[in-house]
């Protein structure tokens, strides 16, 4: 009888023990489900957020009015399209105007003026050009040769500014339209109110919410665009202003090695 007693105990303890066990390890089973869950759920709503705002934008660019809206983005790729061909020619017509300077120095000591116009030709950017107008002339005295690079410093300098009048001109135009449009949905409003008879705010709420998403679109376009002018601006200014420094020095150079 107490060996019975004892296998029941015994039996009792394996089973409450197993029980634990086996209930421990569904509930961490679970909660690693429920992570992977989450973490799944996780992983397919930040695509479904990118989506939403992607069709969110295009659902507001076609509430703004897509004929607006349209000339706006336009404004945008073209103003865009022209700063990046500026930066580009911009970074591209960056001289190393010491380095360039020393060399022709160099080269007018050692080979003469024909050795200094070959480093002029083999280095790109305006200086480079304005040091070669500079020596071409050198033979006809240092006035001409002064002459010839103030002259050639303000055709380089138009090259550098060409297009740039055009950025301008979509900064302005982008929240004008925008402007536009706000006027032309507060117009279609009004219509609705006098059409209706009656002052109810779902006639309004269309026209106003494209006034206000011409306007928001203009200034954000006019925003990026005048962002990219000014980065251009600056970099213009700081050839222009090696482009005079490296014509002074050039000068000297010229009249010490005329003597």
Known sequence: MKRVLMSLVLMGILMTTFTTYATTTAEEVNTEVAV??????????????????????????????????????????????????????????????????????????????????????????????????????????????????????????????????????????????????TVIGMIQAFDKIEAAGDMQPSLVAGGIKVALLTTVFGLIVAIILQIFYNYIVAKIDSIVNDMEDASITLIDILVAHKK
Do not use: H
Request: charged share 20%; glycine share 10%.
């Open 36 to 181: 992977q869950d989450a973490t799944d759920e996780a992983a397919e709503e930040m695509p479904a957020e990118s989506a939403s705002f992607t069709q969110e934008l295009k659902k507001r660019f076609i509430e703004g009015g897509p004929g607006f809206m349209g000339i706006v983005l336009i404004c945008l790729i073209l103003g865009l399209a022209i700063a990046i061909e500026r930066i580009i020619f911009l970074n591209l017509s960056t001289t190393n105007t010491a380095k360039l300077t020393s060399g022709v120095e160099e080269a007018l000591a050692s080979g003469g003026v024909e050795s200094a116009k070959e480093l002029c030709r083999n280095t790109k950017g305006p200086v480079a050009s304005i040091f070669y107008q500079g020596l071409d002339r050198v033979d006809e005295g240092v006035e001409n040769a002064e002459k010839a690079v103030v002259a050639y410093g303000g055709v380089q300098m138009g090259q550098l500014e060409k297009n740039v009048s055009w950025i301008s001109l979509f900064i302005a135009l982008a929240p004008m339209l925008g402007f536009m449009g």
